[in-house]
């Protein structure tokens, strides 16, 4: 199935050309009722072939859907960069005229190339009726970073006073991984939350002994310090250290277009938090959540790093805005290893869960498995 859905999914650019080719298709009105039509008639499509053996999961068809508008995205990012054309000149200027940004086009790659891969391989372990919550929270946390901010980005930005009717399309894209998150995070886990006797001894060990742990622990106070105050900067913080930075670091920061303000306040309101949330969860045994709101940041962050490192460098981007040559490669570092910390903590917590499980008062008890088994049945499915 999902080399149908790959290969079904490039239709995508015969659309594309007729509605290039055809003044009638470009006016934005219609262009809209086109873009609503072509959702309804995919996600039929797929309704219908699937009748026979339908799948157990309905984000099948979010994913199978979105596989769709992935290459829509790509052709968009790669057409706006010069590297084809005929697909999309029409969208430039009467669809979205905000997707010619450095930052939509560096969004539209991620979404052309990391989730239509995402899409691929979830359909394919729906399909084989195998899990993939740890995947899905990854997917649901990008996209939700992705358009939450791409969003308030044009409404904030200079180019809220060129909203046009297929604007509106975009919230779909924001509602279905909302709905998609709240599926996977209530979803039962893959792996136990009970542990035994490993659990109990790698909980008995204080931080100063788990160096790898206290090196994430450090590793996220810095993100934490990053975070605050580059939202400073985007509250126009009167604080020397602020302007400094915005001045001699990243003056893509204040760039009109809004995407680096937005994205900024997203992490400072509610990445900050959530780093604060990890260091605690380092530091007391049994944090449970931690499994999944790792993997559930970590796709925000590293999705929002993609899309503001890419774009403070794009030559779209007008000069005084881009980073300054002589600290290019200190910021690219901060900002790669601002977005790798909680990767790194995801990876940690799914690759040795014992001191995030919780440990049963009586593991002889009716109903539990035992140490034994508790310890060896941590693992993925």
Request: net charge negative.
């Given at each position: 199935m999902e080399t149908f859905v790959f290969l079904f999914s490039f239709s995508a650019l015969?659309?594309?050309?007729?509605?290039?080719?055809?003044?009638?298709f470009q006016e934005p009105y219609v262009i809209l009722q086109i873009g609503v039509a072509v959702l309804v008639v995919v996600f039929l499509f797929y309704f219908l072939i699937t009748r026979g053996n339908p799948p157990k999961d309905a984000l099948f068809f979010v994913f199978a859907v979105f596989s769709f508008t992935c290459v829509i995205d790509l052709t968009s990012a790669l057409e706006y960069d010069g590297i084809i054309s005929g697909f999309m000149a029409f969208y430039q200027k009467t669809g979205e005229p905000y997707l010619g940004t450095a930052y939509a086009i560096m969004m539209c790659y991620w979404d052309g190339i990391v989730h239509f891969i995402l899409y691929l391989v979830m359909i394919s372990r729906i399909t084989d009726r195998k899990g993939y919550r740890t995947l899905g929270l990854?997917?649901?946390?990008?996209?939700?970073?992705?358009?939450?901010?791409f969003i308030a980005g044009i409404v904030a930005g200079k180019y809220g006073s060129e909203i046009r009717p297929a604007f509106w399309i975009n919230f779909l894209f924001l509602l279905m991984p909302v709905w998609g998150a709240i599926t996977l995070f209530t979803r039962s886990k893959d792996r136990p939350l009970i542990g035994g006797y490993n659990a109990q001894h790698a909980q008995s060990m204080k931080l100063i002994w788990r160096p790898l742990d206290l090196i994430l622990v450090l590793l996220l106070l810095a993100a934490m310090a990053f975070t605050a105050l580059r939202g400073?900067?985007?509250?126009?913080?009167?604080?020397?250290?602020?302007?400094m930075y915005l001045k001699h670091y990243e003056p893509y920061l204040k760039d009109p277009v809004g995407y680096p303000r937005v994205m900024m306040l997203h992490l400072f309101f509610y990445g900050l938090p959530l780093l604060g949330a990890f260091v605690y969860g380092l530091l007391k045994p049994g944090c449970t959540w931690m499994s999944d709101w790792t993997v559930f940041l970590a796709g925000a962050m590293i999705q929002c790093q993609w899309a503001h490192i890419g774009a403070s460098l794009h030559p779209r981007t007008t000069a005084p805005f881009r980073i300054p040559t002589d600290v290019v490669w200190s910021v690219l570092l901060a900002n790669v290893l601002y977005a790798v910390t909680p990767i790194l903590v995801a990876l940690r917590v799914h690759s040795n869960p014992y001191f995030f499980l919780k440990i049963s008062p009586f593991p002889g008890?009716?109903?539990?498995?035992?140490?034994?088994?508790?310890?060896?049945k941590y693992k993925d499915k």
């Open positions: 015969g659309i594309l050309y007729a509605m290039n080719t055809v003044p009638e990854f997917w649901a946390g990008s996209l939700c970073a992705n358009m939450s901010v400073l900067v985007a509250l126009d913080s009167p604080l020397e250290a602020c302007s008890q009716t109903g539990l498995p035992n140490s034994e088994e508790k310890d060896t």
